[in-house]
C-alpha cells in the first residue's frame, strides 16, 4: 500500500466499476484478432502474415522478442488498414471494448504519421474515424478526442504535414500532436520547431520519451518540446534530476506496464518503476497503449497493477484523477469527469 491516508483494500469489482480515463491508446494497436481476420479476407498478399502473427501469440502469448519486433507488428496492422472503411471498423469496435471496461473517456492517437507513409488520404480516413466515433460515442455514452501522431524516425517533413492535419481537424475533435517510435533515430532536437508549431496552432502535445532510451530523452521532451505529458518516461528513475524535473512542472507520465514488459523493455511486471513514479509524488496514468498487441486493456492494467504492487483503492483513485487532470479537455469537462468520480466513490462508500 503506497498511500497512507483514506486507506481501503480494492477489488476488481471496485475497478470494474471505477469509471476510467485512458490517454494513451493506439488505434491501429487496438484491433483484437477477430477483426484483423476480417480485415485480412480481402487481402490475400497479408493473409498468411496475419495468421502466422495470431498463431504465434496463441502459441508464446504476448511477448516480442524486442522492441524492433513489436514495430513490425505494429507496422502489420497499419498495413491491414487499408480503406477509410477499415479504419472506422476499428474505430467502433474500440469505442465498444472501452464502454464494456467503464471508460468514460479516452484519448485515441491516430498514426497520421503512418497514413502519410502508406500515402493514404488522412482526410478520408479521419472522418471516417470521426464518425464512426460519433455514432459509437452517442450510442455508448464515451468520449472520444483524437491526438495525432508522427513516427520519430521519419523525420521533420512529415511530422509537420502531421501538424497541418491535426490542425484542420480541431473542431473534429483532434485535440493534441505527439510523436512515438524510435527515439534513438528521431531524437528531440529535430523536433522543437514542430513543436513550437503544435502549440501555435492550439494543440497539445505528448511525446513517447524514455521507452527505448535513457532519462535525457525524457528531459530533452519536457525543456526543448515543452511536451505536457510524456508517453511512458520509464526510464525516469535513473535519474533523479529527471524526477525532480517532472514533479516540478506536474509532468504526468503515461504508464503502460504490460506493454514494457510486452516489448522487452522490462523484464518482469515486478521490475516495472510505476511504485517508484507513485512514490515520487509525480502524476502518474495508467494506460493500455495497443491492448490487442499485448493482451490487456486499460482495466486489465489497472487489475495486474492492484494485484502485482499491493495498490489500495486510494492509490486507484489517486491514477484516475490524475488522469481527468491532465486530459487534453477543457475544465468544464474535466469537472463533469470528476463529478461521474466523485458519485461512483459516494455510491460505494456512503
Ligand atoms: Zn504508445
Not at 505494429?74 to 472503411?85: I, R
Request: net charge negative; with cysteine.
Amino acid at each position: 500500500m503506497l498511500s497512507k491516508s483514506l486507506s481501503f483494500p480494492t477489488s476488481d469489482d471496485f475497478i470494474a466499476k471505477l469509471p476510467k480515463v485512458e490517454l494513451h491508446l493506439h488505434l491501429e494497436g487496438s484491433v483484437r484478432p477477430r477483426t484483423l481476420r476480417e480485415l485480412a479476407r480481402r487481402k490475400s498478399r497479408l493473409r498468411e502474415e496475419t495468421e502466422s502473427w495470431i498463431a504465434d501469440r496463441e502459441r508464446l502469448g504476448f511477448r516480442y522478442r524486442h522492441f524492433q519486433d513489436f514495430l513490425e507488428a505494429f507496422k502489420l496492422v497499419s498495413l491491414l488498414l487499408e480503406t477509410p472503411q477499415d479504419y472506422a471498423l476499428a474505430t467502433t469496435h474500440l469505442i465498444e471494448a472501452l464502454a464494456a471496461e467503464n471508460v468514460r473517456y479516452a484519448e485515441i492517437t491516430l498514426a497520421a504519421g503512418v497514413l502519410l507513409w502508406k500515402k493514404q488520404p488522412v482526410d478520408a480516413v479521419f472522418e471516417a474515424v470521426a464518425e464512426a466515433a460519433a455514432e459509437a460515442s452517442g450510442r455508448l455514452g464515451v468520449r472520444i478526442a483524437w491526438i495525432m501522431d508522427a513516427v520519430r524516425q521519419f523525420g521533420v517533413e512529415p511530422a509537420r504535414q502531421v501538424i497541418k492535419w491535426a490542425a484542420r481537424f480541431r473542431e473534429h475533435g483532434v485535440v493534441g500532436f505527439g510523436i512515438g517510435g524510435d527515439e534513438g533515430k528521431g531524437p528531440a532536437e529535430m523536433y522543437v520547431d514542430i513543436y513550437r508549431e503544435a502549440r501555435d496552432r492550439g494543440l497539445h502535445t505528448t511525446a513517447h520519451a524514455g521507452e527505448t532510451v535513457g532519462p535525457h530523452s525524457i528531459r530533452a521532451a519536457v525543456e526543448l518540446l515543452e511536451a505536457e505529458r510524456i508517453g511512458h518516461g520509464i526510464t525516469a528513475g535513473e535519474d533523479a534530476g529527471v524526477i525532480a524535473l517532472l514533479g516540478e512542472r506536474g509532468i504526468a507520465l503515461e504508464i503502460c506496464p504490460t506493454s514494457n514488459v510486452a516489448t522487452g523493455l522490462i523484464a518482469r511486471w515486478a521490475d516495472h518503476p510505476l511504485p517508484q513514479f507513485l512514490q515520487a509524488g509525480l502524476a502518474v496514468t495508467l494506460n493500455s497503449d495497443d491492448p490487442a498487441m499485448f493482451g490487456t486493456s486499460v482495466q486489465e492494467e489497472f487489475r495486474r497493477a492492484a494485484r502485482q504492487f499491493a495498490l489500495g483503492g486510494e492509490d486507484i483513485l489517486r491514477m484516475t484523477r490524475d488522469a481527468i487532470r491532465v486530459a487534453f479537455l477543457p475544465e468544464d469537462q474535466k469537472a463533469r469527469l470528476f463529478e461521474e468520480l466523485r458519485t461512483c466513490w459516494q455510491r460505494r462508500y456512503a
